[in-house]
């Protein structure tokens, strides 16, 4: 879908829509998001990016976190590292991935009053917690990121039988990676294997 609209002549504007699967979390995987743009502009031929907030897009510009004193906190302060990769990789997406590390190491460091060596353990963590969501979703979602809670858990009805739920198909058909998809994962040969069920049931919970 998003490779034809590209080839219409006109400027694909590739939208990170509300991204209820990662609230409340603060999501911050600088390489997961370098590797998205630079996607979006080689794959589905994008031009333009349309960000979305990380959390509480209803509250903008105030995040939803209690804070000590009355105070409310600002969006872009709660989500700081979530804008800067973004516009830094929407603005040049292809880098050096040496010298991105020692940026986002410097940055977090700063941020935090750490040394440089531990901003780089900061940013290992929220790399690798940053493939976590993705990968979940892509795979065991019915919808994309906009209705799909991952904090909230899934039915097991929903993972035996999605489309009973409006399952999203372009999640799978257009956004995602190739691979195998939750629609065909529980299901064989048209009866549904409920061990199977189960075993991904004991994924989701870990």
Known sequence: MHQKLSKL??????????????????YGSADFIQRSVIGMHEVMGGN????????????WPYAADSVSGGNR????ERDWLWYKAWSRYAWKAKRDRAAEITH???NLAGQFGVSEADGGNILKSYEEM????????????????????????????QLINPYRFGLF????????????????????????????AKHLFRLLRK
Request: proline share 6%.
């Open 130 to 157: 940053g493939e976590i969501s993705p990968k979940l979703l892509r795979r065991f979602g019915i919808t994309d990121g906009n209705r799909q809670t991952l904090n909230l858990g899934m039915l097991m009805t």
């Open 104 to 106: 986002w190491n410097r």
């Open 73 to 76: 906190l600002l969006q872009i």
């Open 48 to 59: 333009g990016l349309h960000l979305y907030p990380q959390a509480s897009y209803w509250d």
């Open 9 to 26: 002549g006109s400027v694909q504007i590739e939208n990170v829509h509300i991204l209820a699967n990662l609230e409340p979390f603060r």
């Open 169 to 196: 198909t372009l999640l799978y058909e257009a956004e995602s990676p190739e691979g195998e998809s939750s629609p065909n994962m529980p299901i064989k040969n048209g009866t549904v294997n409920h061990i199977q």
